[in-house]
C-alpha cells in the first residue's frame, strides 16, 4: 500500500484503491512471471464483512496475479479476515 505514496502520489496509503492494487500488481506479475507475489489489501477492504473481504482477496489473485495477500494489523478482529481468506485457500501475510 505503500504504492500509493512512493508511486502514485497519494498523500496517505489509506487512499489506496482495490484498483490500484490489481492495476499494479498485474505489472509487476508481468514483469517477473515467476516470482512469489504478496499484494496488500487495502484499507477497508477487508474491514466490513465476509463477503467483501473474500471477494477482494480473490480479485487480488485472480486480477492481480498475487500468490498471497497481506493484512495491517494483529487486532484479534483481524482473525475473521484471516479464516475467511485461508479458507479460500489463499495464503496470508500478516503485518
Request: glycine share 8%; aromatic share 4%.
Amino acid at each position: 500500500d505503500s504504492l500509493g505514496m512512493v508511486v502514485l502520489g497519494y498523500d496517505s496509503t489509506l487512499k489506496v484503491t482495490m484498483e490500484d492494487m490489481i492495476t499494479h500488481s498485474a505489472a509487476v506479475r508481468r514483469g517477473a512471471p515467476d516470482k512469489y507475489i504478496i499484494t496488500d489489501m487495502p484499507y477497508m477492504s477487508y474491514h466490513l464483512d465476509s463477503r467483501e473481504t473474500r471477494v477482494n482477496a480473490s480479485r487480488l489473485v485472480r486480477e492481480g496475479g498475487a500468490n498471497a495477500v497481506k493484512l495491517e494489523g494483529g487486532a484479534n478482529s483481524r482473525l475473521q479476515a484471516i479464516r475467511d481468506i485461508v479458507d479460500m485457500e489463499i495464503p496470508v501475510c500478516a503485518h
